[in-house]
């Protein structure tokens, strides 16, 4: 079927991302876990209503400017975490305003981040709230043991101007046990202290569904789940038919029996591979490998003939759904099958 | 040296960038070779204005938005090949309305996308010019044979409201024989059809110091050229010296002593390799390696004590510049070591 759609564009099909939100909550619901969706997936403050809707207490964004954008689109959006260690004048002086407006944490990891937030905080009208961020096995921030998570729970809780609000990590995917095995001890040495650990969050899609098994976390940031993509369909954690989020291409060149140009390069489907081997998946075509990109054009190769014509519209699954909603500036949506309109990607490029 | 720019952000050091465009014009210009850059690696009219103040006849674009928003931005942009199957009632609308403010031309590789030129162009108050793509080993658009170039000429020099424009090729790197041998025998095949071939066009900065060796192409359109990057650097093509282009970052968490996490990540040095290992270079440190992105972390590593604090900035050569542009809505121009402000990069993400 073709749509009557400009292509290169990113389409969401809405009623699919509506199942994906209900499908998790539910299963958080059960569990008696929160629910933060992280927004970097959609980047839309109507996508993060829709969680909103379904029962999530608040949203997870990365960047301080990312926050900003949720907040300006939607006035329903009241409580957000930034998972980020923030630094400098320019992103505290932005960090105090959104505190503001709306019940806002973020992570630190050193010493230095807390310092940094301490003493600006220390002049504001109301406290932050910091956790404390933890490295789990994914090895990318966050203190490598409990006992240096107790240190920071301690560093927070006694500077002026902030408030410890816990702990946080963002495991690899199979880390739930590690999860609760550092989280367990961590907590049982800040109590000892005598402060509190109101909140333990953990996020990622790929062991969503697995999250009870760390019932020391209090809270749940899974963020591609709404749309899915080829990397969780090979995971196992989704099937192509829950995929919310597709590239429509057309075909603009044959030159071979086996070759085809797409109009997708990796200014929309991006280069990340997340261990696959090619750019995406052709929906209805297995036999079909994007194997090669450029930044506008996608090369389409077959064992056999490709059989597809110039003029064809492809509807393409990309290895990561996030990063290519950082691509462009609207998204289409499509609900029961057709074509609903664009939606801004108000929070697209907001890297400060 | 700490700048006053709040990070990430993407810095293009402009007495860098005027001598990159100098050094290939100059070449060009002893070899009688035309210069039609590509503005896929800046996105910026004041920089293609600087390559025709340098004695670029024009420039090229990849999409049909990309040229509207170069055009729109210079008044001095006059001379625009796209080099793209352009298909479609909308994109053939906006090609008319921009085929009546400067000197257009587009390429075709299939009887399909001329046909299609044709009908939209038949009815056009100005033909359209049209150049036919060979392929010259790159595999990716692009006729196979001369003999196929040829017979895209006639069927070219054949519609009412097209005009045929010459051949184009994007060969690979180390392409330039091939490049000598294909035009050379598809222009013998067109101009024995009585057709005259106007140009022939290559492309490319890997080989573009060797374009002398195809002498029967008559314009080069290089495009990473201008900026550099390490993809260049990597091929013996560029120093660091001659990279315009950089990433500032900062260090936002140094989690154990041989790895730090920088506030940049696959959002704005993306995930292109290029063949490479890692995601970018440190200036001034080949010890370390970037080693895994995601969207706002970078990961450095390094084998013996990376010897980062919190809070320090870093300055990153990427490995493909041309991507880089299009994650972020402006650029700091350095001049003489200083910041002078940043330039909005109005043809990113013109990907229609």
């Known amino acids: 079927m073709t749509l009557p759609i400009e292509t290169p564009a990113v389409l969401v099909d809405i009623d699919v991302a509506r199942r994906n939100i209900r499908l ?23 996508m993060a209503e829709l969680q909103l809707d379904a029962g999530a207490i608040g949203i997870t964004c990365q960047k301080v400017t990312e926050a900003e954008a949720m907040v300006d689109g939607s006035g329903r959006i009241t409580d957000v ?5 923030i630094l400098g004048e320019a992103k505290l002086a932005r960090l105090a305003r959104l505190n503001e407006r709306v019940s806002l944490s973020v992570v630190a990891d050193n010493a230095a981040v807390i310092d940094g937030l301490a003493a600006h905080f220390a002049r504001a009208p109301r406290p932050l709230t910091v956790l404390a961020e933890c490295n789990t096995g994914a090895d990318r921030c966050g203190v490598a043991t409990p006992v240096e998570a107790a240190a920071l ?6 500077a002026a101007g902030l408030r410890f609000g816990g702990l946080m990590t963002y495991p690899p995917a199979g880390g739930t046990d590690r999860v609760q095995a550092f989280m367990s001890e961590a907590k049982r040495l800040i109590e000892a202290d005598g402060i509190e650990v109101p909140t333990i969050t953990s996020g990622g899609t790929p062991d969503m569904m697995q999250a009870a098994e760390a019932p020391v976390a209090t809270e749940h940031r ?18 192509w038919d829950e995929c919310a989020l597709t590239v429509l291409a057309t075909v603009v060149s044959v030159p071979s029996e086996n070759r085809a140009i797409i109009d997708a390069g990796s200014k929309v489907l991006t280069s990340d591979l997340l261990g696959l081997s090619g750019y ?34 492809l509807r393409i699954v990309p290895n990561h759904a996030c990063v290519v909603t950082n691509m462009v500036d609207a998204v289409h949506i499509i609900e029961g099958g057709k074509p609903k309109g664009q939606w801004p990607i108000v929070a697209r490029g907001r890297v400060l």
Request: charge should be positive; avoid cysteine.
């Open 24 to 46: 998790f909550q539910d299963y958080a619901d059960r569990h008696g876990i929160r629910v933060r969706p992280h927004i970097k997936t959609h980047k839309l403050p109507q």
């Open 280 to 313: 995406g998946h052709v929906l209805g075509r297995d036999d079909i490998r994007i194997d090669q990109l450029s930044e506008e054009h996608g090369r389409l190769v077959s064992d056999g003939p490709i059989g597809l014509a110039v003029g064809e519209q």
């Open 153 to 158: 729970a301690r560093r927070i809780a006694g």
């Open 222 to 239: 899974p963020g591609t789940y709404i749309y899915n993509d080829r990397s969780l369909v090979a995971r196992g954690v989704a099937t």
């Open 81 to 85: 975490l930034i998972t980020y260690n």
